[in-house]
């Protein structure tokens, strides 16, 4: 069974940091791209950033980039969100997800109904002002 489990959500005020990690199990961790998303009260889901298999390709939105940084640990099923410099537009619940299709790319973070991702429950951050 697929399971992934979000941590390290917080409340924390603006410019401040936060490590996000998510913990993944009953899959090929290493044979799948993993992305962040978020969602913020009435609004839909956006991708924030995704991985390659080996770590080496990486997306970010615009919105996040040079303050955000994914990472993975393919040895311990492990997957990463630095997030520094945070703003209270940044206030969310993240998700990690996995998927077996496309390659990480601007379109796949885009791709937010896709049935081949594999969602976590969240982790809740809230930016204050």
């Known amino acids: 069974q697929v399971h992934l489990a979000e941590s390290g959500g917080d409340l924390v005020q603006a410019g401040g940091s936060l490590r996000l990690s998510c913990s993944v199990s009953?899959?090929?961790?290493?044979?799948?791209?993993m992305g962040w998303f978020r969602q913020a009260p009435g609004k839909e889901r956006e991708g924030v950033s995704c991985?390659?298999?080996?770590?080496?390709?990486?997306r970010y939105a615009d919105s996040v980039k040079d303050r955000f940084t994914i990472s993975r640990d393919n040895g311990n099923n492990m997957l990463y969100l630095q997030m520094n410099s945070l703003k209270p537009e940044d206030t969310a619940a993240y998700y990690c997800?996995?998927?077996?299709?496309?390659?990480?790319?601007?379109?796949?973070?885009?791709?937010?109904?896709?049935?081949?991702?594999?969602w976590g429950q969240g982790t809740q951050v809230t930016v204050s002002s």
């Open positions: 997800a996995a998927t077996d299709g496309p390659p990480c790319s601007s379109s796949l973070l885009r791709d937010t109904s896709s049935p081949a991702w594999h």
């Open positions: 009953g899959l090929p961790f290493d044979l799948y791209k």
């Open positions: 991985i390659s298999r080996s770590g080496d390709n990486k």
